[in-house]
């Protein structure tokens, strides 16, 4: 377990705290989050806030564990399947609750978390033939925008929503783009290999 793979594995522990968060049922249990109104039009439930930090300091260890790993030496097989675990935990979990609770279009969270299965199974597939589907640009864009979408979304799209522009939207619609057009390119790269017998 190197440095590395220890912070990947903090993201899994933060994903399930904010799993946590985002699903007890704190009002049944006699505590209620704090709320706040914001230019008197905006709600502001408290609980979303200190899930979208959260959410911000588990992006960030995805950017510092695969730096550190390349700049050390210390990219593992297991480094690369935890850190593609704790990726989808992070971003598909939370996707589907916002879903759930009407945060967010249900197209949004399916688009993106089918195009996530298939493209897991299509690497599956390769790595099983001994080779390896490397990541792409408009996957990594994907994800940025994604992670920032989600972002702004868990706090209430602000600043943009008092003017009011729907940035968070934009985004997660935009991400949604990138996950379907990555997903076609993966599967041309890996088609040589999927027709192997």
Same mark, same amino acid.
């Given at each position: 377990m190197?440095? +590395?793979?220890? =912070?990947? $594995?903090s993201r899994i522990v933060m994903s399930l705290i904010i799993i946590i968060i985002l699903l007890f049922p704190f009002d049944q249990m006699g505590f209620?989050?704090?709320t706040f109104l914001i230019s008197g039009k905006?709600? *502001?439930d408290l609980k979303y806030i200190v899930v979208?930090?959260?959410? *911000? &300091? +588990?992006?960030?260890?995805d950017f510092f564990d695969g730096r550190i790993a390349r700049k050390n030496n210390m990219v593992t097989d297991f480094g690369k399947m935890i850190d593609a675990i704790s990726d989808k935990l992070l971003?598909?979990?939370?996707?589907? &609750?916002l879903a759930c609770n009407g945060k967010i279009s249900t197209v949004i969270a399916v688009? *993106?978390?089918?195009?996530?299965?298939?493209v897991d199974s299509i690497k599956m597939v390769v790595g099983n033939k001994g080779a390896a589907v490397a990541a792409i640009g408009v996957a990594k864009a994907k994800t940025a925008t994604l992670m920032v979408g989600i972002t702004l979304t868990l706090f209430y799209n602000l600043p943009f929503e008092? =003017?009011?522009l729907r940035i968070s939207d934009f985004l997660l619609a935009l991400a949604s783009i990138l996950s379907i057009i990555s997903g076609v390119k993966y599967y *041309? $790269? +890996?088609k040589p290999y999927l027709k192997e017998k």
């Open positions: 190197n440095t +590395a793979n220890k =912070i990947t $594995m209620e989050f704090p905006i709600l *502001i979208g930090v959260l959410f *911000i &300091i +588990a992006s960030l260890t971003t598909n979990s939370v996707l589907i &609750i688009v *993106i978390v089918m195009r996530d299965i298939v008092l =003017i009011p *041309i $790269m +890996a």
